[in-house]
């Protein structure tokens, strides 16, 4: 096991502070304690978060030391750490923004070796849009704006749960805001568990209706040798969401409370279950289905109509959990 030095910059609209303050086993620093290498690898951060460093270069840094295995592993600890601090100074001065920027570095204590944290989660990016001619073509977004249903509108509302998650940092606020679009698009009263229906579309089909799913498409997807195993385990997890979900809604708990391995598979499989129940609802309004009670009536059948749907299964769901799985453990 290793022992690191962890510190972040904190975002550009903070604080800016005359000397360091001590809480716990956390640091609050001013900028200017900075050495020259240390700056040195500050700007290399920001500069692969694409970020202009001369707006944070005043910010307060937060730091702490952590012994862990890997550097990533550090980082994940200390991130918990650090947001307790925030939590707590944010009430002193309500008008700043306590939270961390992307910035920041690490320094090995064993070998002395510093290095920067790089950005490495996806970002986005500008996408060039092929001319289709000086007519506009009706496309899929007509469609839906033309439709005036409840599943139209749940889809509407889902979406908007779901570009947030896509802009959010947070890893908890991320599974959250997908959770609400499943949500949003397929929950119909306060016992209605959308834990089934995600499985559903992630390629495990549960409940009665499985049993109207083709028995070709199911041994199909039964080849895969980690197929019962996530049949299984995503019963559980799903469920462990749900609780998840309730406990950070109802009874305030943060991402400190869970650990970042749980945090970091939540995240994938929501991810996943998201996008695959907005395409499934998408499919349903083409097929002029216009209320979440007839979707899940039909829902065999929709999902039947996923041409890619093995290859989706186990190409990317199945491959992507059992990755994580591999590097946690």
């Known amino acids: 096991m290793s022992a690191f030095l962890v510190v972040k910059v904190l975002e550009s609209q903070s604080i800016c502070l005359p000397s360091t303050l001590i809480y716990s086993d956390v640091e609050l620093r001013s900028s200017s304690a ?43 600890v200390a991130d918990d750490r650090f947001a307790e601090i925030l939590d707590l100074k944010s009430i002193e001065v309500p008008i ?67 570009r947030n998650s896509k802009h959010e940092n947070n890893q908890q606020l991320k599974i959250l805001f997908n959770w609400f ?40 997807l039964e080849s895969n040798p980690r197929y019962g195993y996530w049949k299984k385990e995503l019963a559980e997890i799903t469920d462990k969401i749900r609780i998840f979900r309730n406990d950070s809604v109802h009874h305030g708990f943060r991402s400190v409370d869970f650990s970042s391995k749980e945090l970091e598979l939540y995240n994938q499989i929501m991810v996943f279950g998201t996008s695959r129940c907005q395409a499934a609802v998408q499919q349903a309004l083409i097929n002029e289905i216009s209320t979440a009670s007839e979707f899940k009536e039909y829902i065999a059948l929709i999902f039947e109509q996923n041409n890619n749907l093995i290859n989706d299964v186990h190409g990317n769901i199945t491959f992507s959990l059992d990755r994580i799985i591999r590097r946690q453990a």
């Open 34 to 76: 900075d050495t020259p290498d240390e700056i040195e690898l500050l700007k290399l951060s920001a500069k692969s978060a694409n970020l202009d460093f001369s707006q944070y270069h005043h910010c307060a840094r937060i730091a702490t030391l952590v012994n862990e295995d890997s550097l990533e592993q550090a980082v994940s």
């Open 96 to 162: 700043s923004n306590f939270s961390l920027s992307t910035i920041g570095f690490v320094k090995d204590l064993l070998s002395g070796q510093l290095q920067e944290i790089k950005h490495k989660q996806h970002k986005p990016s500008m996408s060039f849009m092929v001319h289709q001619g000086d007519v506009q073509p009706t496309d899929i977004t007509h469609y839906i704006l033309s439709q005036n249903s409840e599943l139209s509108n749940r889809y509407l509302r889902s979406l908007h749960w779901f």
């Open 181 to 220: 679009a499943v949500e949003a698009l397929l929950k119909e009263s306060e016992t209605d568990n959308i834990g089934g229906s995600i499985r559903w579309f992630l390629g495990f089909p549960n409940g009665k209706q499985s049993q109207n799913v083709s028995k070709t498409i199911i041994s199909k």
